[in-house]
């Protein structure tokens, strides 16, 4: 389906050797152009590295190690030339995965810290995501609830994320294809008996 490396990001080698990293993967991605690439980059905030180590992991992310998508991206604000990355990350279909509750208890981000308005306000594509329930215990429909709690998007987009998990998946085309057409009926389902609920209510 596709890879992604893991480690702490403050971690001391991940650090010190990130560039090296993504020169690693610039060169896999030019062997194996078939293969997908995932990685989580910018799950750092003040106080965990230097200010210097928040300025250029999602920009070589993206562009030295050619991510498709970007796990976390909490760094956002303080990356070179932000506004440049985050139009780049639009246009060029780089899905963000937002990571509420793992950010929240790791890195101590929530809320209006939170770079998911960011994002949201460039049209970035996003992902919501949980970053590791088998750790974290928590669930999609707990993020969902999350993100509709603090920052209030509206059903269309919050609808746009659901269909973005398979648009942005490493799924191959057909069967993007079939999922989307049993997300199409699921939504169908759901909307027909919140109008027969709401119509009971008037």
């Given amino acids: ?11 001391h080698i991940a650090l010190s050797d990130y560039t090296l990293h993504m020169r690693m993967y610039n060169y896999l991605s030019n062997k194996y152009p078939e293969v997908n690439r995932a990685l989580h980059a910018g799950e750092l905030t ?45 246009n060029n279909d780089v899905a963000i995965e937002i990571n509420l509750t793992s950010n929240q208890f790791i890195l101590g981000v929530e809320k209006g810290a939170h770079p998911y308005q960011i994002y949201a306000a460039y049209g970035v594509p996003l992902v919501i995501s949980t970053d590791d329930s088998g750790v974290s215990r928590n669930n999609l429909s707990n993020e969902f609830m999350l993100l ?50 709401m119509s009971k209510m008037d």
């Fill in 1 to 11: 389906m596709g890879v992604n490396i893991v480690a702490a990001e403050n971690n």
């Fill in 46 to 90: 003040l106080g965990i590295v230097r200010p210097r180590d928040l300025n250029f992991h999602i920009n070589q992310a993206v562009q030295i190690a050619k991510a498709q998508r970007i796990g976390h991206g909490v760094d956002i604000p303080y990356e070179t030339q932000s506004s440049v990355l985050l139009e780049n990350l639009k």
């Fill in 148 to 197: 509709a709690s603090r920052y209030k998007p509206s059903y269309t987009r919050l609808k746009s994320y659901v269909y973005n998990s398979i648009n942005y998946s490493f799924l191959s085309p057909e069967d993007k294809k079939k999922q989307l057409a049993i997300l199409d009926n699921e939504f169908m389902a759901f909307e027909l008996n919140i109008s027969k609920l």
